[in-house]
């Protein structure tokens, strides 16, 4: 069931699923994407993610991490925006190429 004000978004990038997984499910990785970050960005993890001039972090708790194709994210503090709004990530760059991936079609992240 999705809540009324939920955002989701989905994009294309040239990078594998495991790439795009990995950065996403790795807070050292998606600092280095996004905004820095700490905690566990596995399944059922927390992660909190700092801006630069905003004293409390974005709080987001990971919902489904499912290896390659799904990651969900629920917002469980956003203290810096008005209720219902939460700042969107960039449009990624693609991952650095690992020499471990191989390439799989289809993700949802």
Same mark, same amino acid.
């Given at each position: 069931m @999705? +809540?009324?004000g939920d955002y989701a978004k989905q994009i294309h990038i040239s990078a594998t699923p495991e790439?795009?997984?990995? @950065?996403? @499910?790795?807070? +050292?990785?998606?600092?280095t994407w996004w905004a820095p970050a700490s905690g566990s960005a596995a399944e059922a993890g927390e992660l909190r993610i700092t801006f630069d001039g905003i004293e409390d972090p974005l709080i987001l708790r990971v919902g489904q991490a499912t290896h390659p194709t799904t990651v969900i994210w629920d917002v469980t503090s956003c203290a810096f925006l008005p209720t219902g709004q939460v700042?969107? $990530? $960039?449009? !990624?760059?693609? !991952? $650095?190429?690992?020499e471990d991936a191989t390439c799989a079609s289809g993700t949802k992240a």
């Open positions: @999705t +809540a009324t790439q795009v997984f990995d @950065t996403l @499910t790795d807070a +050292a990785e998606f600092a700042p969107h $990530p $960039p449009s !990624p760059s693609p !991952p $650095p190429a690992r």
